[in-house]
Nanobody, 124 residues
C-alpha cells in the first residue's frame, strides 16, 4: 500500500545537528499530514513535530526553536532539521503519515502509516 522510509539518523555530540528525511511511496492518492515521533526504550511514542497540508506546523514544546519540520509535497517527503541537540533527544525517530490511498482500483480514506524508525544518539 504505502511505505515510509526514514534516513539521516546517527551519532552526534551535544550541540550538534542532524537532518532526518522521510519519503513516502506506493499507492498514494493524497497525504494529509506527515509527522515525526520519537520513542525511547520502555517509554511511549511521542509526537515531536507535524506538518499538515504542507503548511501548518506543530512542535512539541521541548523542541520548539531547535527543530524545524518541512516538506516537499511533490516528492512526498518530509524533513526534520534538528539543531542544538541534547542527550535527552536520544531516541528512535519515526516518520508517520496520514495518507489517502488506493489499491485494486479502490480509493480508501486516510489511514496512518509508519516507517521503521531511525536511531538518533546524542553524546554528552
Amino acid at each position: 500500500q504505502v511505505q515510509l522510509v526514514e534516513s539521516g539518523g546517527g551519532l552526534v555530540q551535544a550541540g550538534g545537528s542532524l537532518r532526518l528525511s522521510c519519503t513516502a511511496s506506493g499507492n498514494i492518492n493524497r497525504i494529509n499530514t506527515m509527522n515525526w515521533f520519537r520513542q525511547a526504550p520502555g517509554k511511549q511514542r511521542e509526537m515531536v513535530a507535524g506538518l499538515h497540508s504542507g503548511t501548518i506546523e506543530w512542535y512539541q514544546d521541548s523542541v520548539k526553536g531547535r527543530f524545524t519540520i518541512s516538506g516537499d509535497n511533490a516528492k512526498n517527503e518530509v524533513f526534520l532539521q534538528m539543531n542544538s541537540l541534547t542527550p535527552e533527544d536520544t531516541d528512535v525517530y519515526y516518520c508517520n503519515a496520514d495518507v489517502e490511498y488506493y489499491t485494486g482500483g479502490v480509493r480508501y480514506p486516510a489511514k496512518g502509516f509508519w516507517g521503521h524508525g531511525t536511531q538518533v544518539t546524542v553524546s554528552p
